[in-house]
């Protein structure tokens, strides 16, 4: 993939990012019953998520417009890698908690009381969670925002695009002593 191409990882990984974020994360069922809930509906530290995708995409654009995209790189980079590491942590944090919350209705199902209560073949509904598409494209979202963000400004110029400088080819053809005559004059037209 040419440098011109790969620039472009990084505003479609935070694009993605945050579109996920409103599509389902977790389905979560109970028996027959099933509920899907989004990042939005989560919410709490995950509009941290949101933020830092939102942050990310703007800054690439902002510096890009104006011809430095190599000093979006460490918001970029910084960015992806909060988004990574909140998404991660919360995934294994409920994961283990979700995890012990099951086994421990499942021995509660085989307690003494509970059997004398509601008879020896009663049985808690299968209970469980599932990762859904919008969950999965916010990490997918978030691997491309940091990739992308560790190859702005790789090039040899340092920059993004591959083309020098605005102010260096403006500067480049400036005759020396007409700077004073150049700067009346706009340099557009």
């Not at 990310?56 to 979006?72: G, H, I, M, P, T």
Request: proline share 4%.
């Amino acid at each position: 993939m040419g440098d011109d191409k790969k620039i472009w990882l990084t505003p479609a990984g935070a694009g993605i990012a945050l579109v996920c974020f409103f599509l389902p994360w977790v389905e979560f069922s109970c028996g027959e019953m099933k509920q899907s809930i989004s990042g939005s509906e989560i919410g709490g530290i995950f509009w941290v998520v949101f933020a830092a995708a939102a942050l990310c995409f703007l800054a690439f654009f902002y510096f890009k417009n104006s011809d430095e995209v190599e000093r979006a790189r460490p918001i970029i980079i910084l960015g992806s890698l909060v988004g990574l590491g909140i998404l991660l942590y919360k995934y294994f944090d409920f994961k283990s908690g979700a995890q012990t919350g099951l086994q421990g209705l499942s021995q509660l199902s085989q307690m003494q009381g509970f059997q004398s209560q509601f008879g020896a073949q009663a049985q808690l509904p299968q209970m469980g969670f599932h990762i859904k598409y919008g969950g999965i494209g916010t990490i997918i979202g978030f691997v491309l925002l940091l990739l992308g963000g560790l190859t702005l400004g790789g090039g040899g110029t340092g920059r993004g695009s591959g083309r020098p400088s605005r102010k260096a080819v403006i500067s480049y053809y400036q005759e020396p002593g007409k700077e004073d005559e150049q700067a009346k004059t706009p340099l557009y037209r």
